[in-house]
């Protein structure tokens, strides 16, 4: 997860959505090990910064790199 608005300024929200692992690409669906769900953090601008397999892995991985994790129902 990249930290790229530190020095900007700018927003500092992400965006947690769930993924359908079914939704995924075949290289991404085998590596999902079984998992139905994935979780995928993107920024304001729709860029996926991370895909991990746990809720709270995302929104960890999000405050670790100075973000502010949003849930996207």
Do not use: W
């Not at 530190?6 to 692992?21: F, L, P, S």
């Not at 860029?47 to 746990?54: E, N, R």
């Amino acid at each position: 997860m990249e930290n790229t608005n530190t020095q900007t300024g700018g927003d500092r929200t992400v965006y947690v959505k769930t993924i359908a692992v079914t939704d995924l690409p075949r290289e991404v669906r085998d590596q999902a090990e079984g998992l139905e769900l994935l979780y995928a953090v993107h920024d304001a601008q729709g860029q996926q910064l991370a895909l991990v397999g746990d809720r709270k892995l995302a929104f960890t991985l999000a405050r670790e790199h100075d973000y502010s994790p949003v849930m996207v129902h």
